[in-house]
């Protein structure tokens, strides 16, 4: 079976196995490696989100989380 390859324009969850189109962009930074200003990001969608967001809030990493339109547009 053959299937057909994910489409590079539309930004997809980062959850392991997840292929849902992302709503959210999760801006994070680890203190240890990165300097205060800089922001790594992971896409969740509406149902990995909340996931997402604790995994990173328990580590103290997680900064900001900002629906992707609005990223987007901010860019």
């Known amino acids: 079976?053959?299937?057909?390859?994910?489409?590079?324009?539309?930004?997809?969850?980062s959850a392991k196995g997840c292929r849902a189109d992302a709503q959210w962009v999760l801006a994070w930074n680890n203190p240890k490696l990165h300097?205060?200003?800089r922001r790594k990001t992971w896409?969740?969608?509406?149902?990995?989100?909340?996931?997402?967001?604790?995994?990173?809030?328990v580590r103290g990493f997680l900064k900001d989380v900002v629906r992707l339109a609005d990223w987007e547009s901010a860019q």
Do not use: K, V
């Open 1 to 13: 079976m053959i299937f057909p390859e994910p489409s590079i324009d539309t930004p997809q969850c």
């Open 35 to 37: 300097t205060p200003d």
């Open 43 to 57: 896409l969740a969608c509406d149902e990995h989100r909340e996931q997402l967001s604790q995994f990173l809030g």
